[in-house]
Nanobody
Framework: QVQLVESGGGLVQAGSSLRLSCATSGRSGRTFSSYAMGWFRQAPGKEREFVAGITRSGRNTFYADSVKGRFTISRDNAKNTVYLQMNSLKPEDTAVYFC??????????????????WGQGTQVTVSS
């Protein structure tokens, strides 16, 4: 099991930006670059949903329609960290944001059942 720790959440006004980070560690024999990574979020009273994903190499990224053009996912395999840059935040972006790791994936999946390990989440609150 790989450990994932998210950080960077907070309370901001609509139109602001935040950068989330997810640092990973653990699981000998499996390097960070062997994991496709995803960001998901769960708003109060709603199901957890896919936000963005990135392939192992970082060459390909995928986004939910609701965040396309505003959010950017990236990774630094040397630092074992994945990021989510969130710009032009809206109140409807308010949620707990989770990062997740999919070991050995050849593609990014929006289906959370494919992900093996999850972080504890970080709260993002956007006020209007």
């Amino acid at each position: 099991q790989v450990q994932l720790v998210e950080s960077g959440g907070g309370l901001v006004q609509a139109g602001s930006s935040l950068r989330l980070s997810c640092a990973t560690s653990g699981r000998s024999g499996r390097t960070f670059s062997s994991y496709a990574m995803g960001w998901f979020r769960q708003a109060p009273g709603k199901e957890r949903e896919f936000v963005a994903g990135i392939t192992r190499s970082g060459r390909n990224t995928f986004y939910a329609d609701s965040v396309k053009g505003r959010f950017t996912i990236s990774r630094d395999n040397a630092k074992n960290t994945v990021y989510l840059q969130m710009n032009s935040l809206k109140p409807e972006d308010t949620a707990v944001y989770f990062c997740a790791a999919d070991w050995g994936a050849v593609a990014v999946s929006a289906d959370q059942s494919y992900y093996d390990d999850w972080g504890q989440g970080t709260q993002v609150t956007v006020s209007s």
